[in-house]
């Protein structure tokens, strides 16, 4: 069972950052926080950019976590296979809410 969740890791906190980023998103229209300054910058885009940074380094605790000895599986099928599916969750944390953090915000 702890082989399946260290070759899931990677892909499910994704799906939760995933998840939450793009909620937070939409909380944010909804309260009007594209329109309310924070640090030279609207609310809506420091929450979100805070979001993504916070998955992004989650995500690259547990790439580091799996690459580690005491976390890592014994065998050593499931530990290359959980290390590349963290690199996966990493990268497409990376590539997908990135454009949330970039782009336009509420219309």
Same mark, same amino acid.
């Given at each position: 069972?702890?082989?399946? +969740?260290?070759?899931?890791? *990677?892909?499910? %906190?994704?799906?939760?950052?995933?998840?939450? %980023?793009?909620?937070?998103? *939409?909380?944010?229209?909804?309260? &009007?926080?594209?329109?309310?300054?924070?640090?030279?910058?609207?609310? !809506?885009?420091?929450?979100?950019?805070?979001?993504?940074?916070?998955?992004?380094?989650?995500?690259?605790?547990?790439?580091? +976590?799996?690459?580690?000895?005491?976390?890592?599986?014994?065998? &050593?099928? +499931?530990?290359? %296979?959980?290390? !590349?599916?963290?690199?996966?969750?990493? !990268?497409?944390?990376?590539? $997908?809410?990135?454009?949330?953090?970039? $782009?336009?915000?509420?219309?």
């Amino acid at each position: 069972m702890k082989d399946l +969740v260290r070759i899931l890791i *990677g892909p499910l %906190v994704w799906l939760s950052a995933f998840s939450a %980023v793009y909620g937070l998103h *939409g909380v944010a229209c909804a309260f &009007g926080w594209a329109d309310i300054d924070a640090w030279g910058l609207s609310l !809506m885009r420091v929450a979100l950019t805070a979001a993504w940074l916070a998955s992004l380094a989650v995500l690259a605790v547990t790439v580091a +976590v799996l690459h580690s000895r005491r976390f890592g599986s014994p065998s &050593g099928f +499931v530990r290359g %296979v959980s290390i !590349m599916t963290g690199w996966v969750g990493l !990268m497409a944390t990376l590539w $997908t809410l990135f454009p949330v953090v970039v $782009t336009s915000t509420c219309q």
